[in-house]
């Protein structure tokens, strides 16, 4: 199927409807927009897969953080201290 779109001769038919369509002066304009479009989508999935191999070499143990269980002694000054906001 794709060697039968990519003939020369509906190749040559598709360049001059586009001529037509969009004319000389159009289709340098177009050629450079595309080829724009593709450099920043190509850098951008380098950076993403930057990110990624950069977040795979990084331990795991990093970036998991605990956080401390309150000792009794927390309990109790934090229980003092609603209570005196309750009352203001």
Known sequence: M???LLSWDKLLLILIVVLIFFGPKKIPEIAQSIG???REFKKSMKDVQDEISKSAEE???SKSRTIPEPTAHQDTRQESQSKSELKS
């Open 59 to 61: 331990p795991t143990t």
């Open 2 to 4: 794709l060697e039968d």
């Open 36 to 38: 724009k479009g593709i």
